[in-house]
């Protein structure tokens, strides 16, 4: 079912070839149509039905499962200003696409032990199928880590020097200063508002040609991921001097490893803040009033996650059956909660690991493979409708 927020944005636009009206915008203020004449109830009947059909996203995320081949015509679901930047830009888009799967492992690292682990399906263009049309808090992460992925991808390929159209910051010349005192730029900084720029540019269009309360939602989100990599740019520095006094520095700005951008949007994802849309259409607000205000680098979404529990081919969950669980732990990872009260089976597995490391003169670690007998708990599928429990 589409989100109710989405249904009851205040302008919900729609291009159609079974209705007459090639273009419709409704409000959630009239409870009626207003197209005249005998064919009304027809053209209600249409507005609801483009109102009611969730909005299946091909999405430009697609390109990191084309490999280094990107064709801009074979990605489906991009809108005509994102297939221009792709046809310009085609070494951005192997950029991108190398990218898309960092921040995805990234994704999977941070819900490795949720019921819903940022799971994707092979050979489909929307990458992770049906679970991401709920505005739920999971699709504000995803939409937030793909951003965040999308401007670390960008500015450490101009960093690098693999793209043309960008390079290291242009504005850090010259000397300044910092608390450690003065310092002269040099090396290479990299240059992340390139990255921002051009994310905003190709991920924002999509969005920016729908006008509902979805697409208002990963806007926002979309920036919260852009501006989380700026957060973790640092000061590098390399000392000149007499036995490295430093009386002479030369710094540049460098980003920080993905993994701190990842964790820092985990931490928004579990402050995530139940929004609705204000009267005017054109922002949040809070839904439970005792909350405090929604800020810009908030996730926001509508809707609450489903269980993950079960196998829904309809809302896209894959379920929790035969996922390993932690039987001793009382966290998201523990059998308990992973397995959703059903149980789960035991299975005693072989494993073969490094023992009695020793130091070897020199350089190395030379270590013993071991055998080790290990328990593996997994979760238990649920039980068929209908059966009853007899255990």
Same mark, same amino acid.
Request: charged letters at 25%.
């Given at each position: 079912?589409?989100?109710?927020? =989405?249904?009851?944005?205040?302008?919900?636009?729609?291009?159609?070839?079974g209705c007459k009206s090639p273009r419709l915008a409704l409000s959630s203020r009239s409870s009626s149509c207003h197209s005249p004449g005998t064919s009304s109830k027809i053209y209600c009947a249409c507005a609801l039905l483009l109102l009611l059909t969730p909005r299946v996203d091909s999405s430009w995320w697609y390109i990191g499962a084309l490999g280094a081949r990107v064709i801009c015509d074979n990605i489906p679901g991009l809108v005509n200003k994102q297939r221009q930047l792709c046809q310009r830009h085609p070494n951005i888009m192997q950029a991108i696409g190398e990218g898309t799967k960092e921040w995805i492992r990234e994704c999977q690292h941070q819900f490795r032990h949720h019921r819903w682990n940022c799971s994707t399906l092979d050979r489909d263009?929307?990458?992770?199928?049906? %679970?991401?049309?709920?505005?739920?808090?999971? @699709?504000?992460?995803?939409?937030?880590?793909?951003?965040?992925?999308? %401007?670390?991808?960008?500015?450490?390929?101009?960093?690098?020097?693999?793209?043309?159209?960008?390079?290291?910051?242009?504005?850090?010349?010259?000397?300044?200063?910092?608390?450690?005192?003065?310092?002269?730029?040099?090396?290479?900084?990299?240059?992340?508002?390139?990255?921002?720029?051009?994310?905003?540019?190709?991920?924002?269009? #999509?969005?920016?040609?729908?006008?509902?309360?979805?697409?208002?939602? $990963?806007?926002? $989100?979309?920036?919260?991921?852009?501006? @989380? %990599?700026?957060?973790?740019?640092?000061?590098?520095? #390399?000392?000149?001097?007499?036995?490295?006094?430093?009386?002479?520095?030369?710094?540049?700005?460098?980003?920080?490893?993905?993994? #701190?951008?990842?964790?820092?949007?985990? #931490?928004?994802?579990?402050?995530?803040?139940?929004?609705?849309?204000?009267? $005017? *259409?054109?922002?949040?607000?809070?839904?439970?009033?005792?909350?405090?205000?929604?800020?810009?680098?908030?996730?926001?979404?509508?809707?609450?996650?489903?269980?993950?529990?079960?196998?829904?081919?309809?809302?896209?969950?894959?379920?929790? @059956?035969?996922?390993?669980?932690? =039987?001793?732990?009382?966290?998201?990872? *523990?059998?308990? %909660?992973?397995?959703?009260?059903?149980?789960?089976?035991?299975?005693?597995?072989?494993?073969?690991?490094?023992?009695?490391?020793?130091?070897?003169?020199?350089?190395?670690?030379?270590?013993?493979?071991?055998?080790?007998?290990?328990?593996?708990?997994?979760?238990?599928?649920?039980?068929?409708?209908?059966?009853?429990?007899?255990?």
């Amino acid at each position: 079912m589409l989100a109710l927020p =989405r249904i009851l944005s205040l302008r919900a636009a729609a291009r159609t070839d079974g209705c007459k009206s090639p273009r419709l915008a409704l409000s959630s203020r009239s409870s009626s149509c207003h197209s005249p004449g005998t064919s009304s109830k027809i053209y209600c009947a249409c507005a609801l039905l483009l109102l009611l059909t969730p909005r299946v996203d091909s999405s430009w995320w697609y390109i990191g499962a084309l490999g280094a081949r990107v064709i801009c015509d074979n990605i489906p679901g991009l809108v005509n200003k994102q297939r221009q930047l792709c046809q310009r830009h085609p070494n951005i888009m192997q950029a991108i696409g190398e990218g898309t799967k960092e921040w995805i492992r990234e994704c999977q690292h941070q819900f490795r032990h949720h019921r819903w682990n940022c799971s994707t399906l092979d050979r489909d263009h929307t990458v992770f199928g049906r %679970v991401l049309l709920r505005s739920s808090r999971e @699709a504000a992460f995803v939409y937030a880590i793909s951003s965040a992925g999308v %401007v670390y991808a960008l500015t450490r390929a101009c960093s690098q020097g693999v793209l043309r159209t960008c390079h290291c910051d242009p504005h850090k010349r010259g000397q300044t200063s910092d608390d450690s005192g003065e310092f002269s730029w040099g090396g290479c900084s990299e240059d992340v508002n390139y990255g921002i720029k051009f994310a905003k540019s190709f991920i924002d269009a #999509k969005e920016r040609t729908e006008r509902d309360a979805r697409a208002l939602m $990963n806007l926002h $989100n979309n920036r919260c991921g852009r501006t @989380a %990599v700026k957060r973790f740019l640092k000061l590098k520095c #390399k000392c000149h001097g007499v036995s490295g006094s430093c009386t002479l520095r030369t710094c540049w700005m460098a980003m920080s490893d993905f993994r #701190k951008t990842g964790d820092y949007l985990k #931490k928004k994802y579990n402050g995530a803040v139940e929004v609705t849309m204000n009267q $005017n *259409g054109t922002g949040f607000t809070v839904a439970n009033k005792a909350f405090r205000k929604v800020t810009k680098n908030d996730l926001v979404y509508f809707e609450n996650s489903p269980d993950y529990c079960i196998q829904d081919k309809a809302a896209g969950t894959l379920g929790t @059956a035969g996922r390993v669980c932690n =039987r001793t732990s009382r966290g998201t990872d *523990g059998c308990e %909660v992973m397995c959703c009260g059903r149980g789960y089976d035991t299975t005693l597995v072989k494993q073969i690991t490094k023992c009695e490391c020793k130091f070897k003169w020199c350089c190395s670690v030379e270590c013993k493979d071991c055998e080790e007998a290990v328990d593996i708990h997994t979760c238990k599928a649920p039980k068929r409708a209908g059966l009853l429990d007899q255990t």
